[in-house]
């Protein structure tokens, strides 16, 4: 089965740590198969993602690389293709039928890049796709999971995890909550 | 024409500057008409997403309640539906159908509540809809993308803005972008 891994760069611990937080739960929960922080290292960071797959389930794939364009490079090498979400790219209507083709036809890797606030301009011409969710500014958060609901087209949302121990009933009022070994519980 | 407002619940001035700006600017791109923040009144906030307005193009709408309770109930007085993401909540495509019937047939007004850390628990009652984004834990950020996406059918990302003083090009490498009463640009 062909994978899909989000590189996020340029971490950095006191000013990234809610925003790189966000984009690792965004690929886990919109179905990639992990994410390779860079920038800064952050074992907090690194921790609370695997806290999250610990009680909600997995499998997810946490790492960190110190030199992300190395890290492009080896994952090229290995045949996987490079997309970098950036909103000066082809907005994601016009691009988005080659890359699906890429995945499920040709059964691609692919690796998904998104930057912090500076982003190395070699990743421009390093990437074989650089596409804009919108030609707006907004949030490597909201591109990623736009970018992966196009993708999957919304059947991520119904993804299911192994070895969870907390599971969500979908309610139209209130939480509730099945915790694994235990009964439901309505809050 | 009818409206779509966001509003920003427990907005933390240290902790959720950034999340809070990504949540404003998501609102703008994906075609929201505004956003009221609520929490902490953070100046700095409301005027880093002016000031996007200003150079990217607007009609769009930003400001500030002391009172989340009160602006709800106002709202709903003059006729909004109430949309609260949650994680908790019936999952989006299984209830995507009933919200586009309200906003485009009924040609009723929509406010998306999204929150931060700790949601109030009465938000649950008050909100016509709890709608969840999947029911795994994410970002409010992703969240509300996807929804406005799926309610505007992927339309938003085409979106022109007035006013706007730069506009980007999209563009297969690099940065490409027109800058008003100067020449395009290449970098």
Known sequence: MNKILVLRLGHRIERDKRVSTHVGLVARAFNADGIIYSGEFDNNLINSI????????????????????????????????I?????????????????????????????????????????????DYNVAIGNQPHSEIAALAVFLDWLFE??????????????????????????????SSNT
Do not use: Q
């Not at 695997?50 to 490079?73: A, C, H, M, N, Q």
């Open 50 to 81: 695997k806290k999250v797959i610990e009680k909600w389930g997995g499998p997810f794939l946490v790492s960190y690389t110190p030199d992300w364009k190395r890290e492009i490079k080896n994952l090229r090498d290995k045949g996987f293709v």
């Open 83 to 127: 997309i970098h979400l950036t909103m000066y790219g082809i907005n994601l209507p016009d691009v988005i039928d080659s890359i699906k083709s890429e995945f499920f036809d040709k059964k691609k890797n692919l690796v998904v890049v998104v930057g912090s606030e500076k982003v190395p301009r070699d990743l421009y011409e390093i990437a």
């Open 154 to 183: 919304g059947k991520e949302l119904l993804k299911t995890f192994n070895n969870a121990k907390i599971r969500i009933i979908p309610s139209a009022r209130g939480k509730k909550v099945v915790v694994k070994n235990s009964k």
